[in-house]
């Protein structure tokens, strides 16, 4: 299987947000949960879960919102 950014999908409390996407990003994200199970869309991790695990992984990895946090700017 490819080795993607994404692999620990783990599940918490959620917390409910509304978006809307557009419809592209929508199929793409529906294609990267089935990649992530290994291209079968049985057992494939929901669009929801990909998006906050994406979201969760890109704040992780950024490097000034981390030195931002260091410095005391978040909280």
Excluded: C, W
């Excluded at 998006?51 to 490097?63: C, H, N, Q, S």
Aim: without cysteine; charged residues 25%.
């Amino acid at each position: 299987m490819t080795r993607l950014k994404l692999s620990d999908l783990a599940s918490e409390k959620p917390v409910r947000v509304t978006i809307e996407i557009p419809a592209q990003l929508h199929r793409e994200l529906g294609e990267y949960a089935r990649a992530v199970n290994g291209g079968n869309p049985e057992g494939a991790p929901t669009i929801e879960l990909v998006m906050t695990a994406m979201l969760g992984r890109f704040i992780a990895t950024d490097r000034e919102y981390a030195r931002y946090r260091r410095s005391g700017g978040a909280g």
